[in-house]
T-cell receptor, first 116, second 113 residues
């Protein structure tokens, strides 16, 4: 069974600084996706970034980038130039797509606070 | 497109009562799923469906029933609510292949007294 582990329950960062959220996963599959979702106080689940396992290049979306280490099964999220609006819960998620239904499996989340 | 809609947004039940959480999507998505979110636990899959007439259990299915009579709707039924079912419930949908991304509804906060 696949598992996703986020070892940092809470983090804080000063506005305009950079912060990295950690995520590790366990799987024996080769075909999968990894995701970071943001959940602000509004409760809406927002897709931040997605990484295909077969791609060696790390995904980036504006101020958000990932460090994908496939051999180490590590998938960290870096937020540059942190903004007050980045304050939210962040969830790492895994999805296997090779011969399975492709259900999302979530980590327990990291609560990020951006301080002015 | 309204996307994925969930009703109600908030609900309070007494132990033993039954209710149905509604989920609908207007994107003609084949795959739909229900998650519950508890503090410190992330989102856990309750049930999912890969198309009308087809449903299957996720990680935490006990106490919940689902059916999928149409492509658009995927209701979640609590037959006899328990305090342990106090949670926030999310519905999600996507096209049929796992490669496609999920779209989430706004969630329903349920409290069982």
């Amino acid at each position: 069974a696949q598992t996703v582990t986020q070892s940092q329950p809470e983090m804080s960062v000063q506005e305009a600084e950079t912060v990295t959220l950690s995520c590790t996963y366990d799987t024996s599959e080769n075909n999968y996706y990894l995701f970071w979702y943001k959940q602000p106080p509004s409760r809406q689940m927002i897709l931040v970034i997605r990484q295909e396992a077969y791609k060696q290049q790390n995904a980036t979306e504006n101020r958000f980038s990932v460090n994908f280490q496939k051999a180490a099964k590590s998938f960290s999220l870096k937020i540059s130039d942190s903004q007050l609006g980045d304050t939210a819960m962040y969830f790492c998620a895994f999805k296997n797509y090779g011969g399975s239904q492709g259900n999302l499996i979530f980590g327990k989340g990291t609560k990020l606070s951006v301080k002015p | 497109n309204a996307g994925v809609t969930q009703t109600p947004k908030f609900q309070v039940l007494k132990t033993g009562q039954s209710m149905t959480l509604q989920c609908a999507q207007d994107m003609n998505h084949e795959y739909m799923s229900w998650y519950r979110q508890d503090p410190g636990m992330g989102l856990r899959l309750i049930h999912y469906s890969v198309g009308a007439g087809i449903t299957d259990q996720g990680e935490v299915p006990n106490g919940y029933n689902v059916s999928r009579s149409t492509t658009e709707d995927f209701p979640l039924r609590l037959l006899s609510a328990a305090p342990s079912q106090t949670s926030v419930y999310f519905c999600a949908s996507r096209r049929g292949t796992p490669i496609d991304r999920e779209f989430f509804g706004p969630g329903t906060r349920l409290t069982v007294l």
